[in-house]
């Protein structure tokens, strides 16, 4: 007993089956997680270090190198990244696919730990995060109020941080604006060389009349008792009193400084909508899902909201929101393809019956997939609910082709039970072939190690298991149906569009009949004809007609604008920047809320734009960036400005999720700083010279203004000093250096104050008051001067390093050019250029050559593996053979709808080419079946073909139609998240079409070659 007579004959048993899957496919839908794409990015584990008042190079050799060395020998380690600023390294190491992000973070901080007393003093305690430090935060958002700006910075940093971060998935959050309170010594440099003294000494005695000193514990016979001294300040004039002991003599040190409570310089600005803000933005951990994180933050956002209600709360970039529309766009598109799909099948199948076997066979076979998934352990991203989308249409083919052939057998006149069983049965190796075809296209993609092959995984294992369900389905639930649908007889619908339809089905068969007859005595004239069409198809792409590019742009409706004012410049210069790009921005309708931020490089900025909904504003992001970057040209002529739309659907690209990565990137790698930055300056030119570049950006900034103290040592060793002694002086001269905390400081809402010893004035010494510091040598006290020399200088702003190697990264935006025309300019040129150092491509440059290589390789072996099946399935090595030009003849179609609908050759198209092959093969593989099995009966090889052609070419219609009405929503979507997968859907209706009408026409002609001149290899 087979399985669809089974299926027949037990009908309650069959659907109690399918009911028991619906229940796990339910049960599984709402447990699969949610993401925008599968997590393909590396995990990331960073260290960040502050180290106040130190220049760029000093951070590098005394902060960046050490604790890069130390750890390169982590466990699953990939590559280490640093970037290192005045005052701040930054150290990201990259780990491979087998990484626990959790684990790998305790060794780092283990690792850190253990070199801690090799580091600078001075330094902040290094902070491990399981994150990319350039990686995008997932949400941003102010946070407002009647409150002075010191107290709500003091609030956010203290208890809204703290909240926040208690979100699950949650990896740093980041307080920056407001202002921060302080406890300053500004202390006058004159009186202190009047005393001999220096700024240590003065540091020093604060620190250590700030104590406390636990004793231990004493006991009666029934009490324990704890002995402390508490010593600690609780008043700033507290400090006042303070003996400074240095050059043998004591003073009080107000005698020597001015003591007050004040805010900190403010070097960090934020502001929401043009009011002052403090900002906080949020990082999600490492495989932490974007989804669950966002939805945990704003639920602890809304108890913070509750429980402050004089705050404002304004969220201004929240990454989930897109992804969260993004696949609820998907599952519409799913459903209106569903629905068109039924439409078809409705006129097709003529009435209700056969088009809700159709419609019931569908769903089932999605609700098991489901099931599947679930077990799998996959989510429901876009690659997985795309995978669904084209499933309809695939879905559609196994049941139409049974349900036809049932349909047949109905009208010569069988009982509906023996109809449903002989119409299955004799298509079954059809059918067979047809699905297994789809899965040994979506196989060698499933199983690729690579990072694309990761990303689309789950897309083609999701095709597997619905194509593999609905065979199943095809042949249970879809005969049992049938018998029992029409169990009466067959009903034909009657009526004036039932009866135009049926004149035009068999006006199409004779045309199409008549069609076949004229290319069957012209065969040559025909494949001519074909040939010459294909190799026209494929030139357009070299040719640079159709465009290639690694994944389409999407209108996310965010964009980041960067800010950078010439070097040198502070963060008044570069606020007030900022409030001229505002003014603009306040009259921009699109822009629903923006929120501009002084970075902790105080001549850059950047402001975060949060548009409307698609549907809600007239214009796209693009113009709307566009419009900026003219403003600005226009406006803010000393302001190099680049504009970057947000693109969080961009994936696989090496160096951390950072949603503002240019396409066109370059990185030069090198030893010696000064060819770096010559080259550097090459290279930019060459940007600036290339057609299609716009924001060009170098990543090295000479010219930050320093001053250099270059140690006399001769004279040190004169003065009986040391170096250390010069450090001790110098260091904290400047920006000051913390001697302790006003603990629990009733002004600061209960938090410590730091307390910031530094000459008056020190943030406006010119040389000479360098070179007039005191410095403590065996002598007594010397001017900094008499054993140095101060001269004034530049350095750089930040240094990159790869793989402890030091490189500068140029990088630019496209405007209207193709990215591989662009690349393949600039390899010309940089291979032509005199360069001292080496250079790679970055970025999606280097993403799209290897995805392109693999998804190649990928279809090359599909096709070798539907070749290997066919010839399994038919016993012969020539029958498949013929089979094989179907993809050709659906190429010609595909590449000509890219060129029409202005879309691009990327990693979605390309996929669109890979399902495009499977399907296609359904129509060579329905027509050489019938035809050998009209031969088998006796027919000859060529009144088989047109036999076969006429009685095929409604199945193969509908399969077609169904299909490309299927893909049209996707095609046609306008909403968010749909620009990833048009291109796809426009290649996949092109060749769909081309492919149908040529693979009826072209495949006959070749059959009768190979029957004519190979007869016994057929």
């Given at each position: ?733 400047i920006g000051g250096r913390e001697a302790g905390v006003l603990a629990n400081d009733t002004r600061n809402r209960g938090n410590d104050t730091d307390i910031y010893v530094r000459f008056a004035g020190s943030d406006g010494f010119g040389l000479e008051d360098v070179r007039n510091l005191p410095v403590r040598t065996s002598k007594g006290s010397v001017y ?235």
């Amino acid at each position: 007993m087979n399985i669809t007579h089974f299926s027949i004959k037990r009908p309650i048993g069959i659907c109690m089956v399918y009911a028991l899957i619906c229940v796990l496919g339910f049960i599984s839908y709402f447990r699969i997680g949610v993401e925008l794409l599968p997590e393909v990015d590396s995990q990331f584990v960073s260290v960040i270090v502050s180290y106040p008042g130190a220049s760029t190079e000093s951070v590098e050799q005394q902060v960046t190198k050490p604790i890069e060395e130390e750890l390169s020998s982590l466990s699953h380690f990939k590559q280490v990244r640093s970037a290192t600023r005045p005052g701040r390294s930054e150290i990201f190491v990259e780990l491979d696919a087998d990484a626990d992000a959790d684990l790998v973070a305790i060794e780092a901080t283990k690792k850190v730990s253990r070199i801690r007393k090799s580091l600078p003093d001075d330094i902040s305690e290094p902070v491990v995060l399981k994150r990319s430090s350039e990686e995008y935060p997932i949400i941003q958002l102010a946070v407002t109020g009647q409150a002075a700006l010191d107290d709500i910075y003091s609030l956010a940093d203290s208890v809204f941080k703290e909240r926040l971060q208690q979100a699950s998935g949650v990896a740093d959050v980041a307080v920056s604006g407001g202002r921060e309170k302080e406890i300053a010594i500004e202390v006058d440099k004159e009186r202190l060389n009047s005393y001999g003294m220096t700024l240590q000494d003065v540091i020093s005695a604060v620190k250590k009349e700030n104590v406390i000193i636990s004793s231990g514990s004493v006991y009666t016979e029934s009490l324990e008792k704890t002995v402390r001294m508490d010593a600690q300040f609780k008043e700033p004039k507290e400090l006042e009193h303070v003996l400074v002991r240095g050059n043998g003599q004591a003073v009080e040190l107000s005698q020597l400084a001015k003591i007050t409570a004040k805010d900190k310089r403010a070097i960090v600005y934020s502001r929401v909508d043009g009011a002052e803000a403090v900002s906080l933005e949020i990082y999600k951990a490492s495989g932490a899902n974007i989804v669950d994180t966002a939805e945990s933050v704003l639920t602890q956002l809304e108890k913070l909201r509750q429980a402050y209600p004089e705050y404002v709360f304004t969220v201004v970039y929240d990454q989930s929101h897109f992804v969260k529309e993004s696949l609820s766009n998907t599952l519409h598109t799913l459903l209106e393809g569903l629905v068109t799909t039924g439409l078809v099948l409705f006129l097709f199948l003529r009435g209700w019956r056969s088009s809700m076997a159709v419609m019931i066979a569908i769903p089932m076979s999605l609700i098991a997939t489901f099931f599947l998934m679930y077990v799998a352990g996959f989510t429901f991203n876009m690659m997985s609910l795309m995978g669904m989308s084209l499933c309809i249409g695939i879905l559609v083919d196994d049941s139409i082709v049974v349900l036809e052939n049932i349909h047949r057998y109905l009208t010569m006149g069988y009982d509906a039970e023996t109809a449903a069983e002989q119409g299955r049965n004799e298509i079954g190796m059809a059918a067979i072939a047809m699905t297994l075809c789809d899965v040994v296209v979506f196989l060698p993609i499933a199983f690729m190690q690579s990072t694309t092959g990761k990303f689309f995984q789950q897309f083609g294992l999701t095709i597997v298991f619905a194509t593999l369900m609905s065979l199943v389905v095809s042949f249970t639930l879809t005969p049992m149906m049938a018998s029992k649908f029409y169990r009466h007889g067959l009903d034909e619908p009657r009526g004036k569009l039932w009866s135009w339809l049926d004149n035009l089905e068999a006006q199409t068969i004779a045309q199409y009949e008549r069609l076949l007859l004229y290319c069957l005595s012209k065969p040559k004239k025909v494949l001519l004809a074909i040939t010459a069409s294909f190799v026209a198809s494929i030139a357009l792409v070299p040719l640079g007609i159709v465009g290639s590019e690694y994944m389409p742009r999407t209108d996310e409706s965010a964009i980041q604008v960067n800010l950078e004012l010439p070097t040198g410049y502070n963060a008044d210069k570069t606020n007030a920047a900022l409030l001229e790009l505002e003014d603009y921005l306040q009259t921009v309708p699109e822009i629903e809320h923006y929120m501009t931020n002084v970075t902790t490089t105080q001549s850059n900025g950047k402001a975060t734009l949060s548009l409307f909904g698609r549907s809600e504003r007239s214009r796209d992001v693009w113009q709307i960036a566009n419009d900026i970057r003219s403003f600005a040209k226009e406006n803010m002529a000393n302001v190099k400005l680049r504009v970057n739309e947000i693109q969080s659907s961009v994936t696989g690209v090496s160096g951390g999720r950072q949603l503002v990565r240019s396409p066109v990137q370059v990185e030069l790698k090198g030893n010696s700083m000064e060819q770096l930055v010559a080259d550097g300056h090459k290279v930019e030119e060459l940007f600036r010279k290339t057609k299609g570049l716009k924001d060009i950006k170098n990543s090295y900034v000479q010219g930050m203004p320093e001053f250099k103290v270059q140690v006399d040592r001769d004279k040190l060793r004169y003065y009986g000093a040391s170096v250390d002694n010069i450090a001790q002086s110098f260091s904290a001269a400047i920006g000051g250096r913390e001697a302790g905390v006003l603990a629990n400081d009733t002004r600061n809402r209960g938090n410590d104050t730091d307390i910031y010893v530094r000459f008056a004035g020190s943030d406006g010494f010119g040389l000479e008051d360098v070179r007039n510091l005191p410095v403590r040598t065996s002598k007594g006290s010397v001017y900094l001067g008499d054993v140095a020399t101060v001269s004034e200088g530049v350095g750089p702003i930040t240094i990159r390093r790869v793989n402890k190697e030091r490189i500068i990264n140029i990088q630019a935006n496209l405007t209207d050019r193709p990215l591989n025309e662009v690349l393949g300019e600039l390899r010309n040129k940089l291979d032509s250029m005199d360069l001292k150092c080496s250079y790679d491509f970055a970025g999606q440059a280097t993403s799209m050559n290897d995805s392109f290589k693999e998804m190649a390789m990928a279809l090359s072996l599909s096709l070798i593996l539907i070749y290997l099946l066919l010839a399994v399935l038919y016993e012969s090595v020539f029958t498949p053979f013929i089979r094989m030009f179907s993809l050709p003849l659906g190429i010609i179609g595909g590449i000509f709808f890219l060129l029409i609908t202005k879309n691009t050759i990327n990693l979605y198209s390309l996929i669109g080419i890979l399902v495009m092959d499977g399907l296609v093969a359904k129509n060579g593989t329905l027509l050489l079946d019938y035809t050998l099995t009209l031969m088998h009966a006796g027919k000859s090889a060529r009144e088989a073909v047109i036999e076969a052609g006429k009685v095929r070419l409604k199945p193969i219609f509908m399969t077609a139609i169904t299909m490309v009405v299927g893909m049209l929503p996707t095609a046609l979507a306008m909403s968010e998240g749909s620009e990833t997968r048009v291109s796809m859907a426009w290649v996949i209706i092109g060749g769909m079409l081309s492919s149908t009408v040529f693979t009826l026409l072209v495949i006959p002609i070749i059959f009768l070659w190979l029957a004519k001149h190979h007869p016994n290899k057929i």
